[in-house]
């Protein structure tokens, strides 16, 4: 039974072992930008916004 690879999840390109499940650093990395600017959201009621003065 042959494994199907599935492409990078960001470009569509074969996937390269080093930076699995991603084609190279440049797609590792605007993937991680993507998170690190609320890019990708977790499927939820939104979160209760809390006062910081009363902290």
């Known amino acids: 039974m042959s494994r199907i690879e599935r492409p ?10 080093e930076y699995k499940p991603f ?3 440049r797609c590792r990395d605007r993937d991680l930008l993507k998170w690190l600017d609320d890019g990708y959201a977790v499927p939820g ?3 209760p916004v ?3 003065d009363e902290e």
Request: charged share 20%.
């Open 8 to 17: 990078c999840p960001i470009c569509g390109k074969p996937r390269a072992a």
């Open 23 to 25: 084609c190279s650093a």
């Open 45 to 47: 009621p939104p979160a």
């Open 50 to 52: 809390r006062d910081t």
